[in-house]
């Protein structure tokens, strides 16, 4: 880790943002409903609304990039978007490499999904995307970690046997667990991060205090509640 922590602030040096013409957002598209794509093969979700709306309050012209979720900061820091905007929880960690906005959610619980109500989390096989808050907090908990690339990959995890559990936010595991009746939510939530911001290499002043100058906007007047309702993200501010 220190290793990377070095690397990519090295590239953070050398890679700055001076509003260009066009402000490139990144995200996962695999992670509903934050960012998905939809039938069309567009961004869409929760981040895609919100993202739209930043960019038109902020008067910024914008697009859509998709980065695999393990290279998300370096391809950030590197310079192949400016901007993340993928349901990226602040923690000290990251804020050692990238900057943030404040944050656009409160932190939303982090939920077990599993085979059964009666799985011992503490010290079983729990699944977590690879980077991810809850891997980190799984690593540290005593039970046993195994990491995937995708979110996908951790259900199927869970539902072919290889892990007891998946650790991810609530917001995600909600609908699966209301559409696979072999898999339930555990009573026990977890609280974990800093709510979810906008990420932004750490030369790009000027991008970043517009982009909080239009979430505040949006927290003002109360829109922004009402997109948090609409996706059913979590707790309102």
Same mark, same amino acid.
């Given at each position: =880790?220190?290793?990377?922590?070095?690397?990519?602030?090295? &590239?953070?040096? %050398?890679?700055?943002?001076?509003?260009? $013409? /066009? !402000?490139?957002?990144?995200?996962?598209?695999? +992670?509903?409903?934050?960012n998905f794509i939809n039938d069309k093969g567009e961004v869409d979700g929760f981040e895609r609304e919100l993202g739209d709306e930043?960019?038109?309050?902020? %008067?910024? /012209?914008?697009?859509?990039?998709?980065? $695999?979720? $393990? %290279?998300? @900061?370096?391809?950030? !820091? *590197?310079?192949? +978007?400016?901007? @993340? @905007?993928?349901? =990226? *929880? @602040?923690?000290?960690?990251?804020?050692? !490499?990238?900057? &943030? /906005?404040?944050?656009?959610?409160?932190?939303?619980? *982090?939920? +077990?999904?599993a085979p059964s109500a009666d799985v011992d989390v503490s010290s079983g096989i729990i699944a977590a995307q690879s980077g991810t808050i809850q891997a980190s907090y799984i690593a540290s908990s005593g039970a046993r970690l195994v990491e995937y690339a995708t979110p996908e990959e951790t259900i199927a995890a869970v539902r072919n046997g290889e892990a007891d559990a998946v650790l991810a936010d609530r917001a995600y595991l909600a609908p699966i667990a209301a559409e696979d009746a072999g898999l339930t939510m555990l009573e026990e939530m977890v609280l974990i991060g800093g709510g979810v911001g906008l990420g932004v290499r750490e030369s790009d002043t000027e991008l970043k205090a517009k982009l909080d100058a239009a979430i505040q906007s949006m927290k003002d007047d109360g829109s922004l509640n009402a997109l948090i309702e609409k996706w059913e993200i979590g707790v309102t501010f």
């Open positions: =880790m220190k290793k990377f922590l070095l690397t990519t602030a090295a &590239f953070a040096l %050398s890679a700055g943002f001076a509003l260009a $013409d /066009t !402000v490139r957002l990144g995200t996962e598209g695999a +992670y509903p409903p934050y930043l960019c038109a309050r902020a %008067s910024l /012209t914008c697009e859509w990039v998709t980065n $695999d979720w $393990d %290279s998300i @900061i370096p391809n950030l !820091v *590197s310079g192949n +978007y400016d901007v @993340i @905007i993928a349901g =990226m *929880s @602040i923690t000290e960690e990251r804020d050692q !490499v990238i900057d &943030f /906005t404040q944050n656009y959610t409160q932190p939303d619980p *982090s939920a +077990y999904l």
